[in-house]
């Protein structure tokens, strides 16, 4: 299993970084919006809303991404004030999300079966990272930079979580996560801070970067929490199939979706 999944980084990884590199933003931002909907088709999978909400669902996630990105390529000059405004609005109240709302949900470990609230809940998750990633790409160093803070995370915590975890983080929601597995992915990205600053990004200050990047590295842990409760509500180990060893696009962004706008909310 392990090398299938290191197969699939190998084929995947490269292009995607590809992709966030060489193509111009409004390119990036619609070729982001597929992705977008595969997550979307798996949050309503996993949610067991039917298939007429999950539509409804679908059109609005695309409907709001195609209403921004069309605002951002035709308006920058005339909006650009409004722009700011309603990113950081959306950024902000994702944030909010993850920060308040998504740890009750944990510590209660709720089943929502209303499909307008379930519907609501997706657009509140998915539709902020999705203009992160978009907003972000204008600088692709950056948006690079802060990706890895999740990748660099996810990977500490899985290989010290496996050599040293004896404490579990939440065994009734995800059995596989300790407590040791967040130390090792916090120092890890402590690390990676410091490196980028001196090596890459002098002229972000370390006092700004650990914190940030820490408190990215808390929300992705939320983030993955909140789709391990999705997965076993719905009695399911993965949330698609799509990559082969990884499962599918949430498996592989469920710590990017609730990181990645805060990350925008400090570095935009």
């Known amino acids: 299993m392990l090398r299938l999944r290191i197969l699939t980084v190998i084929v995947v990884l490269p292009l995607f970084v590809a992709a966030m590199l060489l193509l111009p933003n409004s390119w990036w931002s619609i070729a982001l919006i597929v992705p977008l909907l595969v997550a979307g088709h798996e949050w309503a999978r996993l949610t067991g809303i039917g298939h007429g909400a999950e539509i409804v669902f679908l059109a609005a996630l695309m409907s709001g991404c195609l209403l921004l990105w069309a605002i951002a390529s035709h308006g920058e000059t005339r909006l650009g004030g409004t722009l700011v405004v309603v990113d950081r609005f959306l950024y902000a109240f994702s944030t909010i999300f993850w920060c308040v709302i998504a740890p009750y949900w944990l510590r209660l470990k709720l089943i929502v ?3 307008y609230a379930v519907c609501v809940v997706g657009l509140i998750v998915l539709l902020p990272t999705w203009l992160a990633l978009a907003r972000l790409q204008n600088e692709p160093l950056l ?7 999740v990748w660099v ?3 500490a915590a899985y290989f010290t979580g496996r050599a040293l975890g004896t404490h579990k ?3 009734v929601i995800s059995p596989g996560k300790t407590w040791e597995g967040v130390g090792g992915a916090f120092a890890a990205v ?7 600053h001196f090596s890459f990004f002098p002229t972000y200050d370390l006092s700004i970067l650990i914190p940030s990047f820490l408190a990215m590295t808390c929300f992705g842990i939320v983030g993955d929490l909140f789709e ?3 997965k076993r509500n719905a009695h399911v180990k993965d949330s698609g199939n799509i990559f082969p060893g990884h499962g599918g696009m949430l498996d592989r962004i469920d710590a990017v979706i609730a990181a990645l706008p805060v990350a925008a909310l400090i570095f935009i």
């Not at 948006?143 to 803070?149: E, I, N, Q, S």
């Open 190 to 196: 402590t690390v990676y801070a410091l490196v980028l």
């Open 153 to 155: 995370a996810d990977t």
């Open 169 to 171: 983080l939440a065994p």
């Open 143 to 149: 948006l690079l930079a802060l990706l890895a803070v």
């Open 113 to 115: 079966r209303n499909p």
């Open 228 to 230: 391990s409760l999705l």
